[in-house]
C-alpha cells in the first residue's frame, strides 16, 4: 500500500452514483465526514415494472443528475474550487446507467482539471462503514482492520476479509440469487410490491416466524450463500394453499422467508468472524437496512460491528466519495479513458 499523501489528509470529494435506478451525488471530507448528500429514487418510475427497466433508468438519471449535483455542492455551500477530486462508480451496474454518471463526472473532471477516481459500487457499500454526518458533535470511531465484511444488495451477497483499506480477500458468495434479489423475488411470489425488501420487512412485523419453515442452506465448512432453495421452497408453499382455495397468509410468510435469510447470513458471517480472528464486522448493502439482520448483528456482544445508518445503506453517493476518498489518498487515481464495467468484481 502506496503512503498517504500528506497534502491532503482533508482531502474533499465530489462523488457521483449512477449504478442502478437512483441518481445521486455527494460531498465528503477526510474520508468520513459527509458535507451533503442527494439521491433521486427512481422508484415510481419502475414500480410498475415490478422491477428496474435498464432504458428507463438511464434515460431518467441523463434528465436528474445536472440538477443533483447541482443541489449537493449547494447543500454543501460549494462549488468545484473547494473540491480535491471527483470520484465516480464504475461498476458493476446497468451499463447505460454507469456512462450517464461516468460521462458526467469525465466532464467535470475535465472542466476543472480535477482528479478523477473510478470507484467500485460494492468498495462503497463497505465504506459507508465510515462515514457520518458533519453534525455529528464527536467523531464516531472507524472500523478497524482485519475485518469482515458482509456485503448483502440487490445483486450481491459476499463475504469479503479486508485487512487493509481496498484489499477484500473473498471468503465466499452466493451460487445462485443474491439476498435481496431473493427479498424482490419472493414478494413478488406472495403479492408484495417492488421493491421487496421494505415490503417483506414491513409484512413480516405481523406476522410469525414460527408458521412456516422454510430450509437454510448451511454448506457446512463454506462461506458461500444459496437462497434459490429457499425462494423454490416458497413458490411451492404458495402453489399449495392456492390449489386447495386458502388465501395467502402474506405475513406468515413474509416472516418466515425473512427469518430464514437473517438467520443463515447472521451465523454464517459469525463463524467466519471467529475463523478469521477479526476485530470489526461490517454489513453493508441494500439489505443491511433490514431491522431483523440488523437486531441479530447489534444483539450479539462478540464482535463490534458497524451498520451504516438506514439511508446510507441502500444506493447513494457518499459510500463512493468514502472509498473514493482512501483510492486517492493511496493514489489511486484514474485516467480520463476509462469505460465502464457493468461486471467488475470486487476482489
Ligand atoms: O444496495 P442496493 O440499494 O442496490 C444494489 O446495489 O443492489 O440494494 C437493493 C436491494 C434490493 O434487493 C432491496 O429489496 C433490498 O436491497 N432491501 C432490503 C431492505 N431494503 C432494501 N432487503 C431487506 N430488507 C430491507 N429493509
Ligand atoms: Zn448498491
Redo the contacts with the bound molecule.
Sequence with gaps: MSPLKKNFPHARILAIES??D?TAAAVLENGRVLLSSVVASQIDLHQQYGGVFPEVASRQHVRTIHAVVEQTLQQAHMNLENIDAIAVTRGPGLAGSLVVGVNMAKGMAMGSRLPLIGVN?LEG?IYSAWLYPSETPVPPPAPQFPLLALLV????TELNLMRDHLQYERLGSTLDD????A??KVARLIGLPY????S??NAAAYGSKEAFHFPRAWMEGSSDFSFSGLKTSVLRTVRDLESQGKPLPVNDLAAGFQDAVVEVLFKKTMLAARKYNVKNIVVA???S???A?REAFLNQSEFTVFIPPLKY???NAAMIAAAGYYRFVHDKVDTLEFDVLPNWPLS
Design positions: 449504478s442502478c437512483e459500487h457499500h444488495s440487490g445483486g450481491h443474491a439476498a435481496g434479489e427479498f424482490d421493491p421487496g425488501g421494505p417483506v420487512q448493502g441494500g439489505v437496512a433490514n431491522q439482520l445503506c441502500t444506493d
